[in-house]
Structures are given as C-alpha cells and as structure tokens.
C-alpha cells in the first residue's frame, strides 16, 4: 500500500489570526513519510521565516544528527538545518571525510573548483549526503566549460550548440587571441580567472596589449556588445538549477532567481571600457557604486536588483513574452550538463559508494542580447546563498534552500533511529505508518546490481525506443524500483523548482549522450506513460514496494582466495542461497 501524505487531515485546525492580513501559516511535522511502503520517512525542513511551522519541534534526540559547514558558513545553511532538527558543527571542512559515519555536509570553500576533486568521495560513508559531484569542475571551471562545449559544437555544430561566447585560454591560446584582435579590432573582451568568481579578476579589454602578462591561465571571453537594456541598464539572470542524480540524470531548476543590474548607463564608447560599472553586473563588484539602489520588494521591478518574477512582469508590460527566452534557458541547463555529463557520470560511477551521498546547486549566469537571445556567461559550482533578512536575497534563497533539502531527501542516520525511534515518535506524535522504521536504509540507496537487475540490462542493451517502450516498464526489476522510488519522492516535493530531465521530451536530447544507457531508457519510458498520469505511475511503484522488490539486493561477501579457504569453505561457497534470505526484512 502506499501513502497519502494530506496534512490537513492530520493537522489540527490552527486558531484564527487576530489580525485577519496576516497569512495563516501552514503546520507539518519534522518528519515527512515517503510516498511508498517500506521506504523509511524524511526529514521534512520549512524555510526560515517562512510560510511553515512545526506541530511540534524536532525532538532533541533529532539534535545528534550533525551539519557539518565550513568555519564562516551561509546562514540560509545552517539556520535552516538547525531549524529542522540538526547540529550545526563548524569544521575545517575538507578534513571531514574520514571522520563523519552519518548526517550532512555543506561544502561551499571556492577550491571545489579546481581542476581536480578537491573531496575525497570514495571516503564518505554510504549515511553522509554532501552538495558535491565528482568531476563539477568540467562545468564550474571556465576554461573546462568551454572545452566540453566546443567539443559538444565540433561534433553536432552551431546551430544547436551556439548559446558561450568564444573563449580563449591564456597562455595556450595566446597567438591565436593576438590574431583574432588583430582582425576584429571593435571587438571588446572580458579577461577573468578560470577558477574564481564574484567578479574577481574580471576585466574589460580591447587590446592585446591591456592582457597581463602572466604565465598563470586566464580565460579571454568575447564580449557581447548589443545588450538588452532596461533604464538604459546592462543586466544578467542568476538561474538557480538543482542536480540529485549523474546515473541516472535528475536536474530540476527554479522557478524564481536573480536579475541584476549594472549601475552606470550602458555605452560601448572605449574610453569607459575600464568603467567595471558600465560593464559588468556582478553584484559584489556594483555594490560598491555610489549609484547601487537596494530594493527590498521582491514584487516590484525597482533598484539594482530584482526577483526573476519582477523581469517577468516588467517583460509582460513592455510586451514581451517570457515562455521563450525561459524555453532557451531551459534547452542551455541540459546541453551543458550534456557536455560534461561523460566526466560527471564516470567521477560518480568510480568515486561514490552510495545513490545517496550527492546533490548540488547550481548558479547559472544568463545574459540576454537586443534580440533577447539568451547566452551562457559561466556556470557557479558554489552560487552564493548568503541573504541578509528581509531582502530580495532572502526572499529568493530562504524557501529555495529548504525545497532544496527536501528534494535531496534527508533520513534520519541509522544509529540515531536505532537509540531514539520510540522517543522520536512519541514525542512528534503522528501515528502514520510511514514513519516505521525511521533510520537510513542503505539497500534502498545501493549501486550493486543483483543478478535480476543484470540479466534485465542487458536485455535492453541494444533496444531502440520503440522496443524499450513497448516493455521495459512490464515487469520491474529491484533496480528499477528503487530509481522510481527516489525521483517520486523527490518530484513530490517540487514547489518552485521543477523537473527538468528527465521528462516526457528529453529523450530528444539523447543524440548527445555518449551512450544511451540502461536507465536512461527506464527513466524515459516511466515519463512517456506517467508522465501526466504521476498518480497511476506510484501505484504501480508501490505494488513492487508492498513486496519489498527494492530491498532485494546483492549480497557482498569478503573475498578469499581459493588457496586460503578449507574444503568446508569451497563446498559451501558453491551452495546457492535461498531467495527468502535475499529479501529485506
């Protein structure tokens, strides 16, 4: 049987409001069952200053789930993991991995983006989640983007892949930059680092001469020159986009982000092409402009920053539709996920010992043109989720982060339910039978593939979409139930975010992978039949999950050379074991 979550059944009814404009706020619990039978319960987190509040508090025993951050962390972070049940633990975050059994990491130190991984996943526990993939520096480094894009044009051409200015790498590419200026001499160009951010290092130039001459790499980007302005403004996008999975792919991007402003009154003459406040929108470099305006009316198109609601709105006033500039930024996130998505997938598949441990927030930087093309400027491994209150950060980044957690899916650890579940229960008082048993259930998360999920894989090896589609849904193996289970719990939390890949239309996008694989296909065909029809499709997830199918997993041994074993040991090695033992319990 599966689960109807309606709190509103569950809930009492709150005492009317004295002051009648004051929104009712909403009441859950701290803990949040799945959609299905014998998949152990969430935690649920509400945004800090929010529309939500607790029925009851977590119940301290929750407390001995820890948080690690680093030394000086975002406050949206560790407000709301403490809101919601955990302790906060300020570490030197990158001597953690090692030393933590369970509970949570936030690792937002800017040597991520380095061109290796800076985290050491094969050492995390299979309970610990962090907001890291292997590999993101193939997106996150500017240099690394540009390559995996280029490569991606060179093989499928400009027509489809035509959205990152031409990029050049200093030294490497150093004669050919000096060529290209020479012929294109009312070109502007923006020199910046290829691994930092916030605006550091940046540089507007129109001269081979005005390049530092320094041996370390710099990235040389063509400047777009016919901008899109507004109040006569230069202005770009912050698009907040949201990865739960490499193998399978689930990306889901928010409804809601940034538009900021420069501060000075856009012109291409080049005796302002020093002026960082003509030129550049980077919030950290125009709010130290004597012109910056705060704005904090996250409804109103006003000062130099606004929500991606008020640009909409401002675009509706003027005319201008935003379903198609929003359908180009939406095509932008998947084919640069694309390129990378080779490197992202084997860092995953040879660094990662659980589905859990990973997730990760992106921030992708947008510009619009005078003909309200879209362009990728760069992609942020580590966006910035510091928001003071009652800003228009605040507004943006608060509810963001908490539906960010709750896609993720947090589970209790297993050590903390088996000491505390009768306290924890009794104390939050909801007698759902989605709650037993509370703790992290690692076989739901496993990467093994039994002989039943084997045996099925390579049936469809070589399938084409007719053939996958016309059967792969007919009879679900353990493998499969357990990846529909976690994208159903993890759509059943969408608010403002939603899902991106996969979808019933991203099959589309499968000529620019470099294998099409096993899941892809499942993921596919799931969204092709339930796509509109959810419902229907977690009924039949839950019909495997009444027998426990996703608990049925592969059994490690430890290995034993044949040299070492007795004959006892070879006799018995040979037996085969009964299936009632391979079930969970």
Same mark, same amino acid.
């Given at each position: 049987m599966g689960f109807d979550v309606d709190y509103d059944d569950e809930l009492s009814d709150g005492e009317e409001s004295e002051c009648n404009h004051e929104p009712e706020l909403m009441k859950v619990y701290p803990l949040r069952p799945s959609l299905f039978s014998n998949?152990?319960?969430?935690?649920?987190?509400?945004?800090?200053?929010?529309?939500?509040?607790?029925?009851?508090?977590p119940p301290e025993e929750m407390r001995e789930m820890l948080w690690m951050v680093p030394t000086a962390p975002w406050y949206t972070i560790s407000n709301c993991a403490d809101l919601n049940g955990f302790t906060i633990s300020e570490t030197r975050i990158r001597q953690f991995e090692g030393n933590i059994r369970s509970g949570a990491i936030w690792d937002s130190l800017p040597i991520t983006e380095k061109n290796t991984d800076s985290v050491e996943f094969k050492k995390l526990n299979e309970m610990v989640k962090i907001n890291q993939f292997p590999a993101m520096?193939?997106?996150?480094?500017?240099?690394?983007?540009?390559?995996?894009?280029?490569?991606?044009?060179?093989?499928?051409?400009?027509?489809?892949?035509?959205?990152?200015?031409?990029?050049?790498?200093?030294?490497?590419?150093?004669?050919?930059?000096?060529k290209h200026m020479a012929m294109n001499r009312d070109n502007f160009w923006i020199i910046k680092p290829p691994n930092l951010f916030c605006g550091m290092g940046i540089k507007v130039i129109n001269s081979f001469k005005d390049i530092p001459n320094k041996k370390s790499q710099l990235c040389v980007q063509s400047y777009i020159k016919n901008p899109f302005l507004i109040n006569n403004l230069k202005f770009d996008l912050r698009v907040y986009v949201l990865v739960t999975s490499v193998v399978p792919l689930r990306v889901y991007?928010?409804?809601?982000?940034?538009?900021?402003?420069?501060?000075?009154?856009?012109?291409?003459?080049?005796?302002?092409?020093?002026?960082?406040?003509? *030129?550049?929108?980077?919030?950290?470099?125009?709010?130290?402009?004597?012109?910056?305006v705060d704005n904090s009316n996250p409804e109103e198109p006003e000062g130099s920053k606004w929500t991606l609601t008020s640009l909409w709105n401002y675009f509706k006033s003027i005319g201008i539709e935003k379903e198609p500039i929003w359908k180009e930024i939406?095509?932008?996130?998947?084919?640069?996920?694309?390129?990378?998505?080779?490197?992202?997938?084997?860092?995953?598949?040879?660094?990662?010992?659980?589905?859990?441990?990973?997730?990760?927030?992106?921030?992708?930087?947008?510009f619009l043109d005078a003909d309200l093309k879209a362009h990728l400027i760069e992609i942020n491994t580590i966006p910035s989720l510091a928001a003071k209150s009652d800003t228009i950060d605040s507004y943006v980044k608060n509810p963001l982060v908490a539906e960010m957690f709750?896609?993720?899916?947090?589970?209790?650890?297993?050590?903390?339910?088996f000491k505390h579940q009768a306290a924890i229960l009794e104390k939050i008082g909801w007698d759902h039978p989605g709650l037993k048993p509370l703790g992290h259930e690692k076989r739901l998360y496993t990467k093994a593939l039994n002989g039943e999920d084997i045996e099925k894989q390579e049936e469809y090896e070589d399938c084409d979409r007719e053939e996958y589609l016309d059967s792969i849904l007919e009879e679900l193996s353990p493998y499969d139930v357990r990846q529909l289970i976690i994208m159903e719990d993890e759509v059943s939390q969408t608010k403002l975010f939603s899902k991106l890949w996969p979808t019933s239309e991203t099959f589309e996008y499968f000529p620019y992978?470099?294998?099409?694989?096993?899941?892809?296909?499942?993921?596919?065909?799931?969204?092709?039949?339930?796509?509109?029809?959810?419902?229907?499709?977690?009924?039949?997830?839950?019909?495997?999950?009444?027998?426990?199918?996703?608990?049925?997993?592969?059994?490690? *041994?430890?290995?034993?050379?044949?040299?070492?074993?007795?004959?006892?040991?070879?006799?018995?090695?040979?037996?085969?074991?009964?299936?009632?033992?391979?079930?969970?319990?």
């Open positions: 998949v152990p319960p969430y935690v649920q987190f509400i945004p800090v200053n929010g529309s939500y509040v607790f029925e009851v508090d520096h193939e997106l996150g480094r500017k240099d690394r983007l540009f390559h995996n894009y280029a490569a991606m044009r060179k093989k499928f051409g400009k027509q489809e892949f035509n959205f990152l200015p031409l990029t050049y790498m200093l030294p490497t590419d150093k004669k050919k930059i000096a991007i928010y409804d809601e982000g940034l538009t900021r402003f420069a501060t000075e009154e856009y012109t291409n003459d080049p005796e302002e092409i020093s002026n960082n406040f003509i *030129h550049l929108t980077n919030f950290s470099i125009n709010k130290e402009s004597d012109k910056f939406k095509d932008i996130v998947i084919k640069s996920i694309l390129s990378a998505h080779g490197y992202l997938k084997t860092g995953f598949k040879e660094n990662c010992s659980s589905l859990y441990s990973c997730y990760k927030i992106l921030g992708y930087d947008i709750n896609i993720a899916g947090f589970h209790i650890p297993k050590q903390v339910a992978l470099e294998e099409t694989s096993y899941c892809e296909k499942l993921m596919d065909a799931y969204e092709y039949y339930y796509g509109d029809h959810r419902d229907e499709g977690r009924e039949l997830i839950n019909q495997y999950c009444d027998m426990k199918t996703h608990l049925r997993v592969k059994i490690e *041994h430890p290995k034993q050379d044949d040299a070492e074993q007795t004959p006892q040991q070879k006799q018995l090695s040979k037996l085969s074991i009964p299936s009632v033992f391979l079930t969970g319990e």
